[in-house]
């Protein structure tokens, strides 16, 4: 991120890893981190290169680089901490059709439709590494 007297252009996705194009992630907030870990397990697992894309800006949602990763790698993972009805995930996913690569393998992980409850309780309802992983395994 910028320092204090910058400032980063409204919409910019922050790229981790931007030559790897066996799969990419695309994310944001408590997906980066959680991404990046799965991204290495993938690597060590699968031996696929792993970009991850973090949006960083929700609204507007940056169709325009969501289409160009999507376009640039071979599978796509959608990592989204939010509920699996009216997510951000969604809104990704149809930026990926609409820009012609809902042809390509694809998973989406996300949340389940419910509340969010608190303290570790939470980890029964939201995504994990594991279930990104499982995600990769998934598009074999």
Known sequence: YPGPSEAMEIGSERVYFPEHADVVIFT????????????REIEKSLL????????RWLQPLNESAIASHARACKRIIVVDEGRRSAGVGEGI??????????SKPMRRVVGVDT???LAGAAFAVIPAEADIVNAAIDLV
């Open 93 to 102: 996913i149809t930026a990926i059709v609409e820009a012609g690569q809902g």
């Open 115 to 117: 509340y969010t409850p």
């Open 28 to 39: 944001f907030g408590n997906g980066v981190p959680m991404s990046l870990r799965a991204a």
């Open 48 to 55: 696929w290169k792993v970009r991850v894309v973090d949006l």
